[in-house]
């Protein structure tokens, strides 16, 4: 469990540090977005996460090469499992968030257009997102290609639902972090996983989490937003790491609810059901710097 938290200080440690160093990169128009109080602001703030991989490699390089062994080889893999996603699911989100093209939006939209042999950005995503999930299910679980297919249609998933939680500012944080500490105690009780020390696997989640928390009072000041670049490798690290140590009844269960919350989400606003709710309202207005819900 330290090493847990160590990994979570240091996502947090770096993602803080090179948002401090290229924040003035955020200043750029073509990353400017207004949000519903008006005010500009520049999105794809995950790209923190994609350079913040280059001190991570660094350190890892150090790690293997000096002989000390402060992470066991189960935790080097979800160092290499997180910085694998973050990258793939990284670079779609920042195509999206850069060069969103057509007006097609959701599931029904990106699979019209694909029918009508139109290729938009979200439809991009999509398909090369879905392959990677299930790239990534691939090389880092060991279980048939039945319950590969089931691991990567759930990390597909998760990146999607994370990305529709990122309409205010830091709830897509805010809401990863509940879910992870849920996940990490359900699978304390319930563990079957594919890595020989399944708990590690939670490191990744750890890693990219503490990442999102760099941006925290960036996010809340309303000065960026985590955008596609930042949301999707959170929602998809969190979702596959989840299924490297779920069994298999509730890795399916999970793959039910994900599908059903993407689904909801073609006709039903989780900003306003978020704003009807007291509890949940309370807890997406914390830290925020005005008290007009985002939708």
């Not at 060991?142 to 597909?156: D, E, H, K, M």
């Amino acid at each position: 469990m330290a090493l847990l938290f160590a990994l979570l200080i240091t996502g947090c440690l770096f993602s803080f540090s090179v948002y401090v160093v290229v924040k003035d990169i955020f200043a750029n128009p073509i990353l400017s977005r207004t949000n519903v109080n008006q005010r500009p602001v520049a999105t794809a703030g995950g790209l923190v996460f994609i350079v913040a991989l280059v001190p991570i490699w660094l350190v890892i390089a150090w790690h293997e090469r000096s002989g000390y062994q402060i992470l066991s080889g189960e935790y080097l893999q979800a160092v290499f499992l997180a910085t694998g996603t973050v990258g793939l699911f990284g670079v779609l989100g920042l195509i999206d968030d850069l060069l969103a093209s057509g007006t097609e939006r959701g599931f029904r939209g990106h699979l019209g257009a694909l029918r009508r042999g139109q290729l938009s950005t979200g439809a991009l995503k999509l398909v090369a997102g879905s392959m990677g999930a299930l790239a990534l299910a691939a090389l880092w679980s060991s279980g048939s290609w039945w319950r590969i297919l089931l691991s990567g249609a759930v990390v597909a998933l998760a990146a999607n639902l994370a990305n529709l939680f990122d309409r205010a500012p830091a709830r897509v944080t805010k809401v990863s972090t509940l879910l992870t500490v849920a996940a990490v105690a359900i699978s304390l009780v319930f563990s079957a996983g594919s890595l020989p020390e399944p708990h590690a696997a939670w490191g990744a989640a750890a890693l990219v989490l503490g990442m999102s928390w760099g941006l925290l009072v960036p996010e809340l000041s309303e000065k960026v937003m985590l955008g596609d670049t930042g949301a999707n490798p959170l929602g998809a690290t969190i979702g596959l790491t989840a299924v490297l140590v779920a069994p298999a009844a509730i890795e399916l269960g999970l793959l039910v609810v994900l599908l059903g919350l993407n689904l909801v989400s073609e006709r039903v606003s989780f900003s306003k059901i978020i704003a009807k709710n007291k509890l949940l309202n309370s807890f997406d207005m914390w830290g925020r710097n005005s008290g007009a819900p985002f939708s």
